[in-house]
């Protein structure tokens, strides 16, 4: 679209007139001097100019004078980057839901998109595949099942985040590009955890009870109440499995793919975590206390969920390092249940979130109580 000063329309010009609006509108003059044209002074700020530093030129670089000052609420519906002149009358080309920044943001979105870009890996090449060998079937069958329990989960990030991405305003556009990369991330961890579970003489296992990823999916009521289920719950346990995945693989390519994946998803935790409490700060309390009060109908799934033998009994055989040491192995797993809904409990405080062993659904708090083996193998 052509750009004019302020959006006004030029009048249509004769034929007859083309040439002399051609020369009208040369870069030069008639005694070839330099001139301008109206759109030239439509600049916000001109003379913006920015140095890299040891890291490149990043984004949160570039976030210098207006251009660095992120709005509290947004009206532009059009997709233009922020600070970008207004041209007046452009129609409207979205209609953002999320136009606030208490509704999508976190201070550290750009730094997050920084690393993400930096770190990247490929599933294809940056895994040893031809150190794969074959294993006892137990454990390649508790492998496998592990592996489509997690690349299940990667999956319903990867729709979760999507239906979300669209409707935030472009003025937080730091939280959608970091975003972005987690979309891919998610997608090569569903790559990455389908290959292990094919590239083996193994097959794709069981898919979970799938009440948490349901929560996660359908969640309607924002998208900081989407990122609680997301990145309070259901990511520190994700991340949780990604290390003792590397903790107890059984050669090296388990090792890295695990350790890579972890590597994200604490990523991913950061963002979320910081949104959530951003968020709180910004609404108050009593938003606060509906957030505690939606997880107490989750936590009853996520109960049901955890009463599901199949992936802690691929665990215990993983952790025991075969069917015979299973005992020892379960061990392991009791242990990480009891870090898991500490850890989980401990990340909501850190947001905002008042949730106590007082509070937390009674079946949830076993886990917490129950005794652990004393040595119980468990990675730092």
Request: aromatic share 10%; net charge neutral; with cysteine.
């Amino acid at each position: 679209m052509a750009s004019t000063s302020q959006g006004k329309k030029r009048s249509a010009k004769p034929a007859a007139k083309k040439n002399a609006r051609a020369k009208e509108d040369s870069p030069a003059g008639p005694t070839g001097e330099a001139k301008t044209f109206a759109w030239m002074n439509d600049s916000p700020e001109w003379g913006t100019r920015v140095r890299p530093g040891k890291r490149g030129l990043t984004l949160d670089d570039i976030n210098v004078g207006s251009y660095g000052e992120v709005p509290s609420q947004s009206e532009e519906m059009t997709r233009m980057p922020r600070g970008a002149f207004h041209v007046p009358g452009v129609p409207r080309l979205e209609f953002y839901p999320l136009s606030k920044k208490e509704d999508i943001w976190a201070d550290n979105a750009g730094g997050l998109y920084e690393e993400a870009i930096q770190r990247r890996w490929m599933a294809h090449l940056d895994v040893p595949w031809d150190s794969l060998e074959p294993l006892p079937r137990e454990l390649e069958l508790s492998m496998c099942q592990l592996c489509t329990e997690l690349a299940q989960q990667a999956t319903m990030e990867t729709d979760s985040i999507g239906q979300w991405i669209g409707r935030m305003n472009y003025a937080y556009y730091e939280v959608k590009t970091f975003l972005a990369t987690e979309l891919y991330d998610s997608a090569r961890h569903y790559d990455v955890f389908r290959k292990r579970a094919l590239a083996n003489g193994g097959a794709l296992g069981l898919e979970s009870p799938g009440l948490i990823n349901r929560r996660i999916i359908e969640s309607r009521a924002g998208w900081t109440e989407t990122a609680v289920l997301m990145y309070l719950l259901r990511g520190p346990f994700t991340l949780m499995l990604y290390r003792y995945g590397e903790a107890y693989a059984l050669n090296p390519a388990e090792k890295i793919l695990f350790r890579l994946s972890a590597q994200d998803k604490a990523r991913h935790l950061a963002y979320g975590m910081t949104h959530v409490r951003y968020a709180i700060s910004q609404k108050g309390d009593d938003y606060a206390l509906g957030l505690l009060r939606m997880m107490s109908g989750v936590e009853r799934d996520l109960v049901t969920e955890m009463k599901d033998p199949v992936l802690w009994e691929a665990l215990a055989i993983i952790f025991g390092g075969g069917l015979e040491n299973i005992s020892s192995g379960m061990d392991v797993v009791r242990d990480l249940q009891r870090r898991y809904v500490n850890e989980y409990m401990a990340r909501m405080q850190w947001a905002g979130i008042d949730k106590t062993l007082a509070n937390l659904a009674p079946d949830l708090a076993a886990y917490v109580n129950q005794e652990t083996a004393q040595e119980s193998g468990a990675p730092a």
